[in-house]
């Protein structure tokens, strides 16, 4: 359906139903609510992502999908301690959190359709309009004609359909993605696990969950300065060992010194909110226009499902203090050396079809040379500039 009607549609699932979670009459509705927010919550998330990545050029495509997309996310998190800390009526608080998803509608707009994948459907005078649009915005001239080669193939990209299997069919796609949904698993245990746990620290459980989410800033921006510069698999190698190796530490930490201990999981969590800041894009870059919505859909789900077990990790603490951090640790440590095993999409264009997909590091199969000379590159390349 694309980015944009999928983007609004569960954004206001997600608002009507905050607002009617607060005339809950039981626990068991109110959970029964929760679950379809959080069903618009994540999905509208890997929507508007996916829209700007296909939207924006380049240079600014890193700095959206790094500081963008995530540091907004975790102004979030501040706001809510802040806004659970005056207003602890929990009616009053869903109040809250609804009021904001009404000041969107107006954002439809304003709002385009990712060209990339109207092209991708065969609907090349929508996507040249859009492109026109943002040219005369931009102040540049757009040439006659923007993609004369799709034209032809109009009709024959409407019949193409692809699913949630074309991500297993062939080898390399296949350790691709299994690959990528290991690693987006363990990234996500370790920070439900360490979110979660944040009440159960020692110390005022608002200011806590504050910390919490401030001490995200700082690792957005250090993960947008090496998203820039360095490649993408160091990037996520280095920030998921971080992670690990710190939360490792812990065991060693006296009992008696908890103000240690709450450094050391906020370094962690610096950690994965670094690596989860950067395996967003790094999965988008990997993945063609075709299955990079149903790609990310799929490791984001992979990532919830396995977050499921966070709470039970945390339990494990009653058995021995440390043991949560100890398996969160050695995940995230194993993830960091498996990111190495990735294709490395530095300085590539965002691939539009399986064939133009990089291999794994481990594949014969010669790599796709995606260079500028190629005319559908070109084509590419004039399109992000205008």
């Not at 920030?239 to 999981?265: D, E, N, Y």
């Not at 299955?291 to 799929?298: I, K, M, P, Q, Y």
Request: include cysteine; glycine fraction near 6%.
């Amino acid at each position: 359906f694309g980015r944009k009607i999928v983007l609004f549609v569960t954004m206001g699932i997600q608002t009507v139903f905050t607002f009617i979670q607060v005339f809950s009459p039981s626990w068991l509705i109110f959970c029964l609510l929760f679950f379809i927010v959080g069903m618009g919550q994540i999905s509208n998330y890997v929507a508007a992502f996916v829209l700007g990545m296909e939207i924006l050029s380049p240079s600014i495509r890193d700095l959206y999908s790094t500081l963008g997309v995530c540091l907004f996310f975790s102004i979030g998190c501040m706001m809510l301690p802040l806004a659970a800390y005056f207003l602890r009526d929990w009616r009053m608080l869903l109040i809250a959190l609804t009021i904001p998803g009404f000041f969107y509608i107006p954002l439809w707009w304003f709002v385009p359709e990712s060209p990339r994948w109207l092209l991708s459907q065969g609907r090349v005078d929508e996507a040249e309009a859009i492109l026109r649009k943002a040219a005369k915005m931009n102040g540049v001239k757009a040439p006659d004609v923007i993609f004369p080669p799709l034209q032809s193939r109009e009709n024959a990209g409407r019949l193409q359909t692809y699913s949630f299997c074309d991500l297993v069919k062939s080898s390399n796609i296949r350790c691709i993605t299994v690959l990528l949904c290991l690693i987006w698993s363990t990234v996500s245990i370790g920070y439900s696990a360490l979110s979660l746990n944040t009440s159960s620290l020692h110390g005022n459980i608002y200011l806590n969950c504050l910390l919490s989410a401030v001490v995200e800033v700082p690792a957005l921006i250090v993960a947008w300065l090496m998203f820039r510069h360095w490649p993408r698999r160091l990037c996520l190698s280095s920030t998921l060992s971080l992670g690990g190796l710190v939360l490792l530490f812990i065991h060693l930490i006296p009992q008696h010194m908890s103000s240690v201990t709450i450094s050391l999981v906020m370094l962690g969590k610096f950690g994965l909110s670094a690596a989860f800041a950067i395996v967003y894009p790094a999965t988008a870059e990997l993945y063609p226009t075709i299955l990079r919505n149903t790609a990310l859909g799929t490791c984001t789900m992979a990532s919830r499902v396995s977050s499921i077990s966070a709470p039970y990790i945390l339990y494990s603490g009653g058995y021995y203090r440390s043991l949560p951090y100890i398996l969160i640790g050695s995940l995230n440590v194993l993830s960091g050396l498996l990111s190495l095993l990735l294709p490395e999409s530095l300085g590539s264009p965002l691939p539009e079809t399986i064939g133009h997909m990089q291999t794994v590091v481990w594949s014969k199969r010669r790599h796709f040379t995606y260079s500028p000379t190629n005319s559908k590159c070109e084509e590419e390349h004039e399109s992000e500039h205008l």
